[in-house]
């Protein structure tokens, strides 16, 4: 019987020893759990924060593409308006320079036929610079413009 009672004890120590392997192994595996939980709570911090950073941004991207919106409108009043008066500055330049020649005419014809005629130089002004200039700024607001609208497209992207 003593071999029967020693082979019991034997079994019973490793069915201990195995026991208090499982509790060690149940309290690491505790350990990893909490750690995991915690880390869940902050990857769930960050995806709320990330998510209202996003909101944030959609309000922005928002307001950008109506300042953009609105800006066009308004430079494409600008460019009406400045043609326009670029048209009607032409015509007053034209009618000035034929009311100088009128003017010379009759000067030259009040002088007398041995009286020189001498017709005045009109200074013009130089209309193509002026309107390259304006033109180089157009395409200047329009190439803004136009990198404004790039950016706004890649960052909803």
Same mark, same amino acid.
């Given at each position: 019987? @003593?071999?029967?009672?020693?082979?019991?004890?034997?079994? %019973?120590?490793?069915?201990?020893?195995?026991?208090?392997?499982?509790?060690?192994?149940?309290?690491?595996?505790?350990? =990893?759990?909490?750690?995991?939980?915690?880390? %869940?709570?902050?990857?769930?911090?960050?995806? @709320?924060?990330?998510?209202?950073?996003?909101?944030?941004?959609?309000?922005?991207?928002?307001?950008? =593409?109506?300042?953009? &919106?609105?800006?066009? $409108?308004?430079?494409?009043?600008?460019?009406?308006?400045?043609?326009?008066?670029?048209?009607?500055?032409?015509?007053?330049? @034209?009618?000035?320079?034929?009311?100088? $020649? =009128?003017?010379?005419?009759?000067?030259?014809?009040?002088?007398?036929?041995? &009286?020189?005629?001498?017709?005045? $130089?009109?200074?013009?002004?130089?209309?193509? @610079? &002026?309107?390259?200039?304006?033109?180089?700024?157009?395409?200047?607001?329009?190439?803004?413009?136009? &990198?404004?609208?790039?950016?706004?497209? %890649?960052?909803?992207?």
């Amino acid at each position: 019987m @003593s071999g029967n009672f020693n082979l019991g004890i034997a079994i %019973e120590i490793v069915v201990a020893v195995l026991l208090v392997l499982t509790i060690f192994y149940c309290a690491v595996l505790n350990r =990893r759990l909490t750690r995991l939980r915690a880390d %869940e709570e902050i990857l769930r911090a960050t995806i @709320s924060e990330l998510i209202t950073a996003t909101e944030i941004a959609e309000r922005a991207i928002f307001g950008l =593409r109506a300042t953009a &919106a609105e800006c066009e $409108k308004s430079l494409g009043a600008r460019m009406g308006s400045a043609e326009e008066l670029l048209g009607n500055l032409d015509q007053r330049l @034209s009618a000035g320079n034929e009311i100088v $020649k =009128r003017i010379g005419a009759i000067v030259g014809a009040a002088g007398g036929p041995g &009286a020189p005629v001498v017709a005045p $130089k009109a200074t013009e002004v130089p209309r193509e @610079s &002026a309107a390259k200039t304006l033109q180089a700024a157009a395409e200047a607001a329009a190439e803004r413009l136009s &990198a404004l609208r790039r950016a706004q497209r %890649e960052e909803a992207a």
